[in-house]
């Protein structure tokens, strides 16, 4: 049983190149979510989904761009990256919203220098 | 929006002494509290969770209480062993979770 599965885990990226953070679930669940960790900020919501082609911003959207074709998948697209976009980010999934469990991936280290 | 306020944000235990962990939330609305563990290098875990409905709620060790009035809620850890090591997040919902910024707790021995 996988659960959430990011990649890759590490990533060091210089200023103005671009990448994609993939993230698959294999627990058939509708809601994800992508955040990102900074030092003493705690998780701040990036974007997130509520099933397959619907999403919608969090706190902290710009510079990132998602989709969700699959239930599986949703990846995070990083455009131009900036210094400020170095962080942890981590993808999640629920059964449901706002009241039910989150179900984190590893996580995935990103530099950008 | 929700804003939610943890503390502290470091805490050193004895094993086998408590430790408690404080957050306070803006929205009088949330009406969902997980709290997650996140040991290094992992994502992180729900421990425990508590609804609007209940002021108390215990598993095994654990324990959550609510304060809805004064809008604060609380996790207790009775006994603390090592490997209650970890960084713990206070979180708040009325439809999106809003996280506390963390408490890294530490058990010495």
């Known amino acids: 049983n996988a659960g959430v599965t990011q990649t890759p885990k590490f990533r060091i990226l210089k200023i103005g190149q671009s990448m994609t953070l993939q993230c698959t679930q294999d627990?058939?669940?509708?809601?994800m979510y992508w955040y990102r960790q900074d030092p003493g900020m705690g998780l701040k919501l990036i974007y997130y989904?509520?099933?397959?082609?619907?999403?919608d911003k969090g706190e902290v959207p710009n510079g990132y761009n998602v989709s969700r074709s699959t239930t599986e998948d949703f990846p995070l697209r990083l455009e131009l990256a900036a210094p400020s976009q170095t962080s942890v980010y981590f993808c999640?999934?629920?059964?449901?919203?706002?009241?039910?469990?989150?179900?984190f991936g590893e996580g995935s280290r990103l530099t950008v220098l | 929006g929700e804003n939610v306020e943890q503390h502290p944000s470091t805490l050193s235990v004895q094993e086998g002494d408590s430790a408690v962990i404080k957050c306070t939330y803006s929205?009088?609305?949330?009406?969902?509290f997980p709290w997650y563990k996140q040991e290094l290098g992992k994502g992180p875990q729900l421990i425990i969770d508590?609804?609007?409905?209940?002021g108390e709620k215990k598993d095994q060790r654990i324990a959550v209480t609510l304060n809805k009035t004064a809008k604060h809620f609380s996790l207790h850890i009775t006994e603390t062993q090592p490997e209650d090591s970890a960084v713990y997040f206070c979180?708040?919902?009325?439809?999106?979770?809003?996280f506390g910024t963390g408490t890294r707790l530490q058990v010495t021995l």
């Open positions: 929205d009088s609305a949330s009406n969902y």
């Open positions: 508590i609804r609007s409905n209940v």
């Open positions: 989904s509520v099933g397959a082609g619907i999403t």
């Open positions: 979180a708040a919902s009325r439809g999106k979770l809003t």
């Open positions: 627990m058939n669940h509708n809601y």
């Open positions: 999640a999934s629920s059964y449901s919203t706002g009241s039910g469990e989150l179900f």
